[in-house]
């Protein structure tokens, strides 16, 4: 078996040598393969010298105590489309008991995001960001934006039930989108407006005493049409071409 010149027999790397057999060209690429492999090493073992190996520097507040008994509540993640004032508002509800706790409350903000959110909340320097006053305020500025595109009555009134989508899927759809729009509305009138003609023949005349009523007569009708107790045809499968 041939050794590497220059390799020292007690290295462990050294053995995959043994199972070159060739010429010089064959040994001089195996030493470069081996290495590269000692270089990679070299980086994992020196990884105490970078900077994300202090776990103090990566977190927004530092120097926080965390109680044992703390439980993280259950928010709704903010993905970055709805208004920011009302995420919070939502959030300082479920940490209400820690109101006064200001290191809390910005260390836990970052369980109530997600997605592309999550990233604006790792990118911020604590730096810039001092309390949870300064940190409610950043995260306004950034998502402002949603709060500027306002929704209209016409944008309500053109939405429309989806084939896929069930009386009750599509109502919640709805009413999420008609809280958003100022000035409120009559809902059953609005809801009605946009529903395929088959429902708004059914329910056009129909005076509910609140939405839940309206609703479940919307899934009663929806019940009839899967036991075949209406004759009913899609818009779209009505379409002459």
């Given at each position: 078996?041939?050794?590497?010149?220059?390799?020292?027999?007690?290295?462990?790397?050294?053995?995959?040598?043994?199972?070159?057999?060739?010429?010089?060209?064959?040994?001089?690429?195996?030493?470069?393969?081996?290495?590269?492999?000692?270089?990679?090493?070299?980086?994992?073992?020196?990884?105490?010298?970078?900077?994300?190996?202090?776990?103090?520097?990566?977190?927004?507040?530092?120097?926080?105590?965390?109680?044992?008994?703390?439980?993280?509540?259950?928010?709704?993640?903010?993905?970055?489309?709805?208004?920011?004032?009302?995420?919070?508002?939502?959030?300082?509800?479920?940490?209400?008991?820690?109101?006064?706790?200001?290191?809390?409350?910005?260390?836990?903000?970052?369980?109530?995001?997600?997605?592309?959110t999550i990233t604006w909340y790792t990118n911020l320097e604590p730096s810039q960001v001092y309390s949870w006053k300064d940190l409610m305020t950043a995260f306004i500025r950034q998502y402002q934006y949603n709060s500027d595109i306002t929704l209209d009555i016409m944008q309500l009134q053109n939405m429309c039930k989806k084939d896929n989508e069930s009386f009750k899927e599509y109502t919640q759809r709805w009413r999420d989108l008609e809280t958003q729009v100022t000035p409120s509305m009559?809902?059953?009138?609005?809801?009605?407006?946009?529903?395929?003609?088959?429902?708004?023949?059914?329910?056009?005349?129909?005076?509910?005493?609140?939405?839940?009523?309206?609703?479940?007569?919307?899934?009663?009708?929806?019940?009839?049409?899967?036991?075949?107790?209406?004759?009913?045809?899609?818009?779209?499968?009505?379409?002459?071409?």
């Open positions: 078996m041939l050794n590497a010149p220059g390799i020292s027999q007690c290295h462990p790397l050294s053995q995959l040598l043994h199972f070159v057999r060739g010429e010089g060209p064959s040994i001089v690429l195996e030493k470069e393969r081996i290495e590269h492999m000692e270089e990679r090493l070299r980086v994992i073992k020196g990884g105490g010298n970078y900077a994300f190996a202090d776990m103090a520097k990566l977190c927004l507040v530092p120097d926080m105590v965390i109680s044992p008994k703390f439980k993280v509540p259950d928010f709704d993640k903010y993905k970055g489309t709805s208004c920011p004032k009302n995420h919070l508002k939502m959030y300082c509800r479920k940490m209400r008991a820690y109101a006064k706790d200001e290191k809390l409350l910005m260390h836990f903000f970052q369980e109530s995001l997600v997605g592309a009559m809902e059953r009138e609005m809801i009605v407006d946009t529903l395929p003609m088959f429902y708004y023949e059914k329910m056009v005349g129909y005076v509910p005493s609140s939405f839940a009523d309206l609703v479940f007569a919307g899934e009663r009708i929806e019940v009839g049409l899967r036991r075949g107790k209406f004759d009913y045809a899609s818009t779209a499968s009505s379409l002459i071409i």
